[in-house]
């Protein structure tokens, strides 16, 4: 008995290590991502040194050049997601990723470089394919400190391209980042499909396999796929009118409300200006430190604190954690405005910018993006994650181009006011109405949405129809379920002989 027992362990636990490398491999492509936010922070300073004639508008498009197609990649990432998959997919963002950082290397003109920006941004967009896996792989125990890996590997990338734009010309930085651009697809190759996609399609045995692979253990695994499973035929053979329904349910339209407007306080907050514009932001607002330096610093911070959120993301509630990172950042910025005002040391100001940083990782930064792989239901999940990430991204764009113009009109010191206001009105919107996703499976996580409570599956319904349908497909879950208990359903024709042979063996 003993020894069953300890056998048991080791399967499981061997699962649980498969399980955090597949999410690896997906949270791999955010280290791409993170080095095409933070090259222009490097770029910039390089080239108007080698092209003193750049105007600050030319200088302004080759920061927001490589965000402006983050929305398209995101659209299009999020419709081709349900039709190719999650692992293809990922495996395909090698192209523009590649493509773009090869123009960028060898641009001999303004016009190609910004090309090879607009290109390498598609790569942004498309890379939020890896929060629907992740969250789609993983058990509710572990889905958030998995998920919030992503944010973390950005902040690597950024953190490394920043150091090695301190030492080396910026075509050398992009010509390293074109050869990293072929870890993510040679990593997505020893993994499995997302089970949870194989089993939408109907492909069971495909699906079965994939699970048994991240968990191994056979009853974990046909558990799961029958919670998979249940009412898949609800939205097979629809209508075109019913199809567009699915986009005005409750538990659609309200998910996607409440993450545009957290991205809106998100991105008045100031994040992602001081990521793209590093170098310049710490000239502007004056500090003592070498702008390199400091950029390397932010670099290195949002790396350390980006662990720390990975680690905070599994003890505390996901409002509570981003209602603090809020009210933190926002104070934070709040005092560097007042050193800034009442002329301070210009030390402290450098501080209050990094506590800004700091306070940002751990739940206002990640959050948003990992909850858009969570709130939305199986059946439109890929375009609805899709969708809200392409809105994200054009408001980060906004933000991006219009930066310069801001600190023109209020000047540096009243954009460091209007940073630090927005952020803490943005704690009090995540406080009062996000969502709790922590520790709930994706089904749960949809109830929370449903217009009227009742025993209903969110992770599929669809109209009133639908919802007559459901009962008798319930009643067939169950029997399935009493079938998967006596082995009737997945031994004999689903799973392979190692999964049964390992039971026995046990």
Request: proline share 4%.
């Amino acid at each position: 008995m003993q020894r069953t027992k300890s056998l048991l362990d080791i399967y499981e636990s061997i699962g649980f290590n498969l399980t955090v490398l597949a999410a690896l491999a997906a949270q791999s492509i955010n280290i791409s991502v993170g080095f095409c936010q933070g090259f222009s922070a490097v770029l910039l300073p390089q080239y108007t040194h080698e092209h003193p004639n750049i105007t600050y508008e030319q200088s302004s498009w080759i920061a927001s050049l490589g965000v402006i197609s983050n929305p398209v990649g995101a659209l299009l990432g999020g419709m081709m997601v349900d039709a190719l998959g999650r692992r293809l997919l990922l495996q395909s963002i090698v192209l523009p990723n590649l493509l773009g950082w090869l123009v960028i290397a060898f641009s001999d003109t303004y016009l190609f470089l910004c090309v090879g920006r607009f290109v390498t941004g598609f790569t942004i967009g498309m890379s939020t394919v890896s929060y629907i896996y992740v969250a789609e792989i993983t058990t509710p125990e572990k889905r958030g400190v998995l998920s919030a890996l992503g944010p973390g590997l950005v902040s690597t990338g950024i953190f490394v391209v920043y150091s090695l734009g301190a030492f080396i010309h910026w075509r050398k930085v992009a010509a390293i980042c074109a050869g990293f651009s072929l870890l993510t697809p040679f990593l997505m190759y020893f993994v499995p499909e997302s089970p949870l996609w194989l089993a939408s399609k109907g492909q069971m045995k495909e699906a079965y396999n994939a699970l048994f692979w991240l968990r191994q253990n056979n009853s974990t695994a046909q558990q799961e796929l029958m919670e998979f499973t249940k009412d898949r035929k609800t939205s097979e053979n629809m209508t075109l009118k019913q199809k567009l329904g699915l986009f005005k349910r409750r538990n659609v339209l309200k998910p996607f409300a409440l993450l545009i407007v957290f991205f809106v306080f998100q991105e008045m907050s100031g994040i992602y200006v001081i990521l793209y514009y590093a170098v310049d932001f710490f000239k502007s607002v004056g500090t003592s430190v070498n702008e390199f330096t400091a950029s390397i610093i932010v670099g290195g911070v949002r790396v350390f604190m980006g662990a720390v959120g990975a680690c905070l993301i599994n003890s505390f509630r996901r409002k509570t954690l981003a209602a603090a990172s809020g009210l933190l950042l926002g104070v934070a910025m709040l005092g560097a405005a007042v050193c800034d005002s009442l002329d301070g040391p210009p030390l402290l100001k450098l501080a209050c910018v990094l506590l800004h940083v700091s306070f940002s990782m751990v739940g206002f930064l990640q959050l948003p993006w990992i909850m858009s792989g969570e709130l939305y239901p199986q059946d439109i999940r890929g375009i609805m994650s899709g969708a809200t990430s392409c809105c994200a991204y054009m408001l980060i764009f906004f933000n991006i181009k219009t930066y310069p113009q801001l600190e023109y009109y209020l000047t540096s010191n009243g954009t460091l006011y209007l940073f630090g206001v927005c952020a803490l009105f943005g704690a009090a919107y995540c406080l009062l109405c996000l969502p709790e996703t922590k520790g709930k499976t994706l089904s749960e996580i949809m109830r929370q949405f449903e217009a009227e409570k009742k025993e209903v599956d969110p992770e599929i319904g669809c109209d009133k129809q639908g919802k007559e349908v459901r009962s008798g497909q319930r009643r067939h879950s169950a029997e399935a379920a009493v079938s998967l208990e006596k082995g009737d359903v997945f031994t004999p024709r689903w799973t392979q002989k190692e999964p049964a042979e390992s039971e026995h063996r046990e």
